[in-house]
């Protein structure tokens, strides 16, 4: 798709907490990097038990993070999600759902690791965010 590496994306990607501490050159290369891929409303996008190969950074729209059939988050533009199977590299932890169309830049996990693997900042935002959402109460069947 010729949008990714264009100015909309890198402009997002400008206004995302996570890359704050890239310089704009960098930034440039994830935006020309990363693949967009669009889903329709109701798409499925990462299938819970699933290899993990891809992080993804929601563009526009809202991503909803469902476990046992319950939502347990649900992620819009500027958030992420996509990263727990890519660090500890098993099956992926969740189901992804489109809720309403729904745009993202969706990084290789070779491309993920290249890019931020000497981020330390970038790395520790991640992982802040991952250990959050690791202590993050599981939905229980009555509710
Ligand atoms: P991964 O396991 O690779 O694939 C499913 C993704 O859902 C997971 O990475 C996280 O990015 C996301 N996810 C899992 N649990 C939560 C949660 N409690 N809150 C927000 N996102 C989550």
């Known amino acids: 798709m010729p949008g990714s590496g264009d100015s909309t994306v890198l402009r997002m990607l400008g206004s995302v907490p996570l890359f704050s501490s890239l310089s704009e050159r ?11 891929r669009s889903y329709a409303a109701g798409a499925s996008i990462v299938k819970r038990g699933d290899k993990g190969v891809g992080f993804y950074l929601v563009l526009d729209g809202k991503a909803d993070v469902r ?8 992620l819009g533009p500027g958030q992420f999600f996509g990263e727990m199977a890519l660090f500890d590299e098993q099956p992926r932890t ?22 931020l693997s000497k981020e330390p900042e970038v790395l520790r935002s991640l992982m ?16």
């Open 67 to 74: 476990k046992d059939n319950k939502s347990v988050a649900a």
């Open 94 to 115: 969740a189901d992804v759902v489109a809720e309403i169309p729904t745009r993202c830049l969706v990084l290789s996990s070779w491309e993920f690791w290249g890019a």
């Open 128 to 143: 802040q965010e991952m250990v959050r959402r690791l202590r993050a109460p599981v939905p229980t069947l009555s509710e």
């Open 26 to 36: 960098q930034r440039k290369t994830l935006a020309e990097t990363g693949k967009e």
